[in-house]
């Protein structure tokens, strides 16, 4: 069973960061893909970001191009996620996820297998 905790959130002000963490617990992180997600109140759970299990390859939703940067270290079997120019529209719970096997840098939930328990983000206006 793999384990994904996420670490890093909390209030900021309207155009502050945030630096986000995701560990996984294990020994196979560096095989598989990995994302991030985020769910408002009342909201479907939407993508943010994904990459691949090198770093190589990341994809990003467009409404963070630009301001959101994913990044993994496998050696350490964590992945991050550098929020620059914060939103009051960016609150919401953050979750990262594993990627199913053969999947790579999917958008869509359906593409992730372990999840984990979210960490909030809330900004400021």
């Known amino acids: 069973q793999v384990q994904l905790v996420e670490s890093g959130g909390g209030l900021v002000q309207a155009g502050g960061s945030l630096r986000l963490s995701c560990t996984a617990s294990?020994?196979?992180?560096?095989?598989?893909?990995m994302g991030w997600f985020r769910q408002a109140p009342g909201e479907e759970r939407e993508f943010v970001a994904s990459?691949?299990?090198?770093?190589?390859?990341?994809v990003y939703a467009e409404f963070v191009k630009g301001r959101f940067t994913i990044s993994r270290d496998n050696a350490k079997n964590t992945m991050f996620l550098q929020m620059n120019s914060l939103k009051p529209e960016d609150t919401a719970l953050y979750y990262c996820a594993r990627a199913r096997q053969g999947y790579s840098t999917s958008t869509r939930t359906s593409g992730y297998e372990y999840w984990g328990q979210g960490t909030q983000v809330t900004v400021s206006s």
């Open positions: 990459i691949n299990s090198s770093g190589g390859t990341t």
């Open positions: 294990g020994r196979t992180f560096s095989i598989y893909a």
